[in-house]
């Protein structure tokens, strides 16, 4: 559904060129939600902007839907941007107008007709969970309603492609995970093809079927979340699952042994790998931290263990035979 070859774009600067994406690949297939993830300055933003080509790349190409938007000519680039809405961080909404008058604006410069207008405004209203702040003035609406009305402008051209540019950073978690789960919903009812860009891993886990790192324009990873799970040295990987604390360093101090920290993916969460590790190397074993999270459908187990003081090469060994990934931390 999108499918960008070898894009590259680089900005001349008075101190030489920046080079703000090179030879990136990127894939999503219809109806999957793709999560781009990177620092700031890695070149997201300029990616997204590649996609509906309000940054024309400088070599590459940009397909979407089968069309490849580098040769349009300037009406039917305006045709295929129809077809991609695009949602912002800071929600780009007019102060002078209604939530309903907002989500009415690209339909108005579409030239639809004011009672087809009114008619679909009042569907996305709803769709987003916002029928009845038809009249509100951003100003009146929280910043999750505020985001809802600019998704419901975003999809008033009936787009197939939803770009979200760090759609939920400006909310707080609460507010995050509504409009995750609203991107969601939409994504599966309406089979909207998403790209979305965060520098927050959170929104990856929560709802994104693939994952791209970008990293100084490169692209570093990608693929399906759950595939990017399986692979031991995934960065994006490591950057998912449940969240533990730091051990406390008062009580990481007195530690005179090994801090493991061990993480198990699916089936193998559910089975009895400690128990095992207990009876076969005579060792006590304390969990001094854990949690499972389900992402992308898998399970992920994580465990912060500490062994008492020896050498624990073997007990280690054992355990990545069994598939955790293990990590010593102290
Ligand atoms: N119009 C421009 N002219 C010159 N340089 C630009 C322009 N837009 C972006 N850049 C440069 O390209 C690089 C990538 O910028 P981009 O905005 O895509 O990063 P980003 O990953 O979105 O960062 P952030 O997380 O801070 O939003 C940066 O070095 C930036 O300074
Ligand atoms: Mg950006």
Redesign the pocket.
């Known amino acids: 559904m999108i499918r960008l070859s070898g894009v590259s774009?680089v900005?001349?600067?008075r101190s030489g060129d920046?080079?703000?994406?090179a030879d990136v690949d990127i894939e999503v297939g219809r109806g999957e939600i793709c999560g781009v993830v990177?620092?700031?300055?890695?070149?997201?933003?300029?990616?997204?902007?590649c996609v509906n080509l309000l940054?024309r790349p400088s070599s590459g190409s940009v397909e979407i839907d089968g069309v490849e938007l580098t040769t349009l000519d300037a009406a039917a680039l305006r045709d295929a941007r129809r077809g991609i809405g695009t949602v912002f961080q800071q929600f780009a909404l007019l102060s002078s107008r209604s939530a309903a008058d907002n989500v009415a604006l690209p339909l108005e410069v579409a030239g639809v007709p004011r009672a087809r207008r009114r008619e679909r405004v009042r569907e996305l209203l709803e769709l987003v969970g916002l029928e009845d702040r038809a009249d509100a003035h951003p100003a009146q609406l929280s910043g999750g309603q505020q985001q809802r009305v600019g998704i419901a402008r975003a999809l008033a051209t009936e787009p197939r492609v939803l770009l979200c540019?760090?759609a939920t950073s400006a909310l707080d978690p609460e507010t995050t995970d509504q409009i995750l789960d609203l991107l969601r919903d939409l994504n599966r009812r309406l089979d909207l093809t998403v790209l979305l860009?965060t520098?927050e891993m959170h929104v990856v886990e929560r709802i994104c079927d693939r994952g791209v790192l970008?990293k100084e324009?490169r692209v570093v990873e990608s693929g399906r979340v759950a595939d990017l799970l399986a692979q031991p040295r995934s960065v994006l990987a490591a950057g998912l699952g449940p969240k533990l604390p730091a051990p406390d360093p008062d009580v990481a101090a007195r530690i005179e042994g090994t801090l493991l920290d061990v993480r198990f993916l699916g089936d193998l969460v559910g089975e009895p790998v400690i128990a095992d590790l207990v009876r076969r190397f005579d060792l006590d074993v304390s969990v001094v931290g854990g949690g499972v999270d389900v992402i992308a459908g898998t399970r992920i187990g994580r465990l912060h263990l500490q062994l008492p003081a020896g050498d624990h090469a073997g007990a280690i060994a054992h355990l990545r035979r069994r598939g955790a990934e293990v990590e010593v931390i102290a």
């Open positions: 774009k900005f001349p600067g920046v080079v703000a994406l990177g620092q700031s300055g890695a070149g997201k933003s300029t990616l997204l902007r940054e540019d760090e860009i520098h970008l324009g």
